[in-house]
T-cell receptor, first 115, second 115 residues
Framework: DQQVKQNSPSLSVQEGRISILNCDYT??????FLWYKKYPAEGPTFLIS?????DKNEDGRFTVFLNKSAKHLSLHIVPSQPGDSAVYFC??????????????FGQGTTLQVKP | DTAVSQTPKYLVTQMGNDKSIKCEQN?????MYWYKQDSKKFLKIMFS???????INETVPNRFSPKSPDKAHLNLHINSLELGDSAVYFC??????????????FGPGTRLTVT
């Protein structure tokens, strides 16, 4: 039972345009969400996060939106750059697991930004 | 200065062999994890240690045995390797309650190929 789902395996956008990556979850006990970026042959690196008490968090070109009623979050990248081409993972932490910090990951979306 | 390092980066071995993967972090974190990324690209948590104590043990065959000699190291030993063990294994670390961000730092991964 996959509790965090990224239903689009890949996304292709033009440089300078907006990239929107989506993530759906099923567990209403999730209280913290993170996005990671992964380049080939490297480990995932943290990008941006959001607590369930917020609906938006912004960091430079990256904005994460959280819609709790829909159990949906999205990552917006504006403007997209070729260096953003990578696999993006959505992850979630369940309330009550702060002592372990356990994260549940989606299967990733491969973003390609074309020059 | 590498924050989370893993050795080896690549490991090719035959079925039935026993192998180990090592992980070290110099971030001062007290919680470390092992993840498996299989062919479907899901990142699945296997184990977690906090200050040398096992705190997460997912449904993993007992051929896999983690060992944490100190809080900066978490090694993974695999006995009687099987074809299905072929995957990329990632180590990660965090101090969830100290930083309250749950942002795990990942190593570069170890690609294990069992032939």
């Amino acid at each position: 039972d996959q509790q965090v789902k990224q239903n689009s395996p890949s996304l292709s956008v033009q440089e300078g345009r907006i990239s929107i990556l989506n993530c759906d979850y099923t567990n209403s006990m999730f209280d913290y969400f993170l996005w990671y970026k992964k380049y080939p042959a490297e480990g995932p690196t943290f990008l941006i996060s959001i607590s369930s008490i917020k609906d938006k968090n912004e960091d430079g070109r990256f904005t994460v939106f959280l819609n709790k009623s829909a159990k949906h979050l999205s990552l917006h990248i504006v403007p997209s750059q070729p260096g953003d081409s990578a696999v993006y993972f959505c992850a979630a932490k369940r309330r009550g697991s702060s002592n372990t910090g356990k994260l549940i990951f989606g299967q990733g979306t491969t973003l390609q930004v074309k020059p | 200065d590498t924050a989370v390092s893993q050795t080896p980066k690549y490991l090719v071995t035959q079925m039935g062999n026993d192998k180990s993967i090592k992980c070290e972090q110099n971030l001062g974190h007290d919680t470390m994890y092992w993840y498996k990324q299989d062919s479907k690209k899901f990142l699945k948590i296997m184990f977690s240690y906090n200050n040398k104590e096992l705190i997460i043990n997912e449904t993993v065959p007992n051929r896999f045995s983690p060992k944490s000699p100190d809080k900066a190291h978490l090694n993974l030993h695999i006995n009687s390797l099987e074809l299905g063990d072929s995957a990329v294994y990632f180590c990660a670390s965090v101090s969830p309650w100290r930083e309250s961000s749950y942002e795990q730092y990942f190593g570069p991964g170890t690609r294990l190929t069992v032939t």
